[in-house]
């Protein structure tokens, strides 16, 4: 396994659309194992294959999220994987959560979307899931699959929180 490096925007690769998975090999297999630990080690809870630079329909999701509701209930791993996955249904409730994106290091901002989504995808081992989902996973699932159309959570805000975002963004940079 190996960490890879993030693309961050504005790398123009972020706005690729990506493509199909035709078939579930060992590369693809390999590919998904890099982006666990890719999106563990940075730390995030969602990476899509376009965000290491590979044009593939395919993401990893995390929420990492404590078994239990005790204050001190470690997280448990419980690692998704979504190939060509389809959103065929989105509720008309919306719900609003602080986004966050590793291509976006340590910006955050308000992101309106549907509250629950049914979707479809294939699992790494082929299996055709259609479930639905809400909450922080349906969420999750919706910026990942903006990804796969070349589409950030930024492009969701209006032009000046964006604008303010990227300069943010750039400032952190050039103190680093
Ligand atoms: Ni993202």
Redesign the pocket.
Known sequence: MAILPILEAPDPRLRTISSPVAAIDDDLQRLIDDMFETMYDAP?I???AI?VGVPKRVLVIDLQEPESDEEDAPPVKKPLVFINPEILEGSDDLSVYN??????PDQFAEVERPASIRASWMDRDGRIHEERLEGLLATCLQ??M??LQGV??IDHLSRLKRDMLMKKLNKARKAA
């Open positions: 995030g969602g990476l899509a965000q986004e966050g994106c590793l291509s976006v910026h990942e903006d990804h950030l959570f």
